[in-house]
């Protein structure tokens, strides 16, 4: 079986931050005179050009080396089932040579990012339980 560059800490934070991510919205209009407590605060979950979870994602991605960040394209092609663990270095080298100039940006056109990631790491025997119980 091969390994992986990144830990799986990294992969496991990454896929909570995804999820964070995929639970928000469309920016939606409100009308003026919108009042915060009549609209349940539901702004918060929309999405915006400062949103600091997307700028928190992109960020630690920035600060992965190349082999991580291969790694994290082939997690989400395993995950997604485009090629099997046998394929690995295929997946992975290919996935990288596409998308080195803008791995964040490939990664968070994904919507289903995270869960790509959790099946990725799967298939590797791996999971996030011991990471999310850490987080409680």
């Not at 639970?23 to 915060?36: H, I, K, R, S």
């Amino acid at each position: 079986m091969p390994e992986l560059s990144i830990s799986s800490e990294k992969v496991c934070f990454l896929i909570v931050k995804a999820r964070e991510f995929d639970v928000q919205d469309v920016d939606t209009e409100l009308e003026d005179g919108a009042n915060a407590s009549d609209d349940r605060m539901i702004d918060v979950l929309e999405e915006s050009s400062d949103n600091p979870v997307e700028q928190e994602i992109r960020i630690f991605i920035a600060e992965m080396d190349d082999e991580e960040k291969a790694d994290l394209i082939g997690l989400v092609r395993l995950g997604r089932a485009d090629g099997t663990i046998d394929e690995w270095d295929d997946m992975r080298s290919e996935g990288f040579r596409e998308h080195a100039g803008n791995v964040a940006a490939y990664l968070m056109g994904e919507p289903l990012l995270g869960d790509y990631l959790e099946e990725g790491l799967a298939q590797f025997g791996l999971s996030c339980t011991e990471f999310e119980i850490g987080r409680l």
